[in-house]
């Protein structure tokens, strides 16, 4: 003779947790995940992002964006050494760049120049600031870039 099994009251109950227990698990992972090229709200190409980053007062928001250097100013030589130019985007607005050359080489840029930059974004004032443009030497994240003719500094 067949047994039945009895069904257990909470059964229907546990059903929505595990789910829940899944998507938060998989939400987590995908945090994990690096989101090179991903367009999320705290990471984008080109003008529009900064403008965003700018108006919000963001700190540390990933960007790529390019531009002409109109400004070259002297290397930062207090603590780490910075390269240090102005950036026009082609709307007008302008950011610091400032390149830590002891971890990545000196671009060897000009007034002028064009060139595309992927860092970090510091907003200040005057317009922001766009950092770690240079290889991570931990390994822990990405790092960012600049490109000037054809060539990487990182």
């Given at each position: 003779?067949?047994?039945l099994?009895?069904?257990?009251?909470?059964?229907?109950?546990?059903?929505?947790?595990?789910?829940?227990?899944?998507?938060?698990?998989?939400?987590?992972?995908?945090?994990?995940?690096?989101?090179?090229?991903?367009?999320?709200?705290?990471?984008?190409?080109?003008?529009?992002?900064?403008?965003?980053?700018?108006h919000?007062?963001?700190?540390?928001?990933?960007?790529?964006?390019?531009?002409?250097?109109?400004?070259?100013?002297?290397?930062?030589?207090?603590?780490?050494?910075?390269?240090r130019?102005?950036?026009?985007?082609?709307?007008?607005?302008?950011?610091?760049?400032?390149?830590?050359?002891?971890?990545?080489?000196?671009?060897?840029a000009?007034?002028?120049?064009?060139?595309?930059?992927?860092?970090?974004?510091?907003w200040?004032?005057?317009?922001?600031?766009?950092?770690?443009?240079?290889?991570?030497?931990?390994?822990?994240r990405?790092?960012?870039?600049i490109?000037?003719?054809?060539?990487?500094?990182?």
């Amino acid at each position: 003779m067949k047994t039945l099994r009895r069904r257990s009251a909470t059964a229907p109950l546990l059903a929505p947790r595990w789910l829940a227990g899944l998507f938060l698990f998989a939400v987590s992972a995908w945090a994990l995940i690096p989101q090179v090229g991903c367009l999320a709200p705290d990471h984008g190409t080109g003008e529009e992002a900064v403008l965003q980053a700018f108006h919000r007062q963001a700190e540390e928001v990933p960007v790529e964006v390019e531009g002409e250097i109109i400004r070259l100013l002297s290397d930062d030589l207090q603590g780490s050494r910075h390269q240090r130019f102005i950036l026009q985007l082609d709307g007008g607005h302008t950011l610091l760049i400032s390149h830590n050359i002891d971890l990545a080489p000196k671009v060897p840029a000009e007034l002028g120049d064009r060139v595309v930059v992927h860092g970090d974004y510091v907003w200040n004032e005057r317009g922001g600031v766009v950092h770690w443009t240079h290889h991570d030497p931990r390994g822990r994240r990405a790092g960012g870039w600049i490109r000037h003719r054809g060539q990487l500094y990182r």
